[in-house]
């Protein structure tokens, strides 16, 4: 009995000590996340985004970006790398490039470029005839760890946003991983880049944000909307602002849209002046209690992942005034469609987008 009772001690111990010693990759910072709103008012539970009707990918999932593109064609990224091309009924599919990255966002310039926010490789063209360019991987010296999400300019200006200086999804297993550890950490090191291809410069826009995901530009052009993650929000930034942080008053970015139900990721400008925005994972009071203990953020990364806090499946997608109105809003409470992360608008169609599911989902209008 005592030789039981000294393991027992032993590996309580020790167990103790690793929980409360082992090296872990963040360093939390204590911030006040605000009192959850729930799935009221305009976000009211509902289920318009249920039943959504369904494109084949073959062996292919996570549709994270769509757009239709000039030449009528319906162009998507998913998780193998690929850059697929079809018909914007499903047909016709092929693989249009392959980075050998993982593109996310992307958008096309007035030549026909797809421009694309490579987490891996940073920012890129690839021309009709699908050759590959790096535009930009760098800030002066300092790498674009995590290209996310970009728009082109009517100037040809490209804004995009790096969500994290700290986590780059090359080193820490993916985009994902990456993005649960920048937010657990809430070091708030995301930036907006502005990459001129007059002059081939690059140049920090803003930066303090808190996981930086999706960009939008307003109708005249002179302003962002970003979307960052890890602090339930959407951000009015002047384009014309230069290496400003938002975490200190200034007069050139606001918050439009804040303490949302859940996660924004993408934004993408749809039909009648709206903006659409995906809601990745709905919010989870237990990283929310951990806002102020960052201690508790470090334990939770000692865990075996499969207790780690990562929220549920719940298809949340919402559309949105410049002003900041909300316009629209379509839920799926059973998560039957993995990490909504946006919608592309068609006028007969809603693409949802989507980080993990096996194909692409629409409904019709």
Partial sequence: MKKAAWVLGVVLLVLAAYLGLWPVPIEPVSWNAPAAPGYAG???????LAGLQMISLGSEEG???????????????????NILRMNQDGSAQEVFANTGGRVLGFDFDAAGNLI?????????????????????????????????????????KIYLSDASTRFAPARWGGTFEASVLDILEQSSTGRILEY?????A??????????????????????????ETGKYRVWK?????????????????????????????????????????GLAKPRNPAIDNMAGKPFLRKLTLRLPRAMWPIP?????????????????DLQDPAGAYPETTAVTET???????????????????
Avoid: C
């Fill in 42 to 48: 305009p976000h009211a539970v509902n289920n318009r």
């Fill in 63 to 81: 549709p994270e970006h769509i757009v239709i593109a000039r030449d009528g064609k319906l162009y998507t990224t998913v998780a193998s790398g």
């Fill in 116 to 156: 694309a926010a490579d987490a891996v490789k940073g920012l890129l063209s690839i021309t009709p005839d699908k050759k590959i360019t790096v535009l930009a991987d760098k800030v002066g010296d300092d790498p674009i760890r995590y290209a996310d999400a970009v728009v082109v300019a009517a100037n040809g």
């Fill in 196 to 200: 001129d291809p007059a002059n081939q």
């Fill in 202 to 227: 690059t140049r920090v826009v803003a930066k303090g944000l808190s996981f930086a995901n999706g960009v939008a530009l307003s109708r005249d052009g002179k302003t962002l909307f970003v979307a």
């Fill in 237 to 277: 930034v002047s384009i014309d602002a230069s290496n400003l942080d938002v975490a200190q008053p200034n007069s050139q970015a606001s918050v439009l849209l804040d303490n949302l139900p859940g996660y924004p990721d993408n934004l993408m400008r749809g039909l009648d002046g709206k903006i659409w925005l």
């Fill in 312 to 328: 549920k499946s719940y298809g949340h997608v919402m559309a949105f005034t410049e002003d900041g109105k909300i316009v629209a």
């Fill in 347 to 365: 006028s007969g169609k809603l693409y949802i987008q989507s980080l993990h599911a096996k194909g692409l989902g629409w409904l019709p209008k």
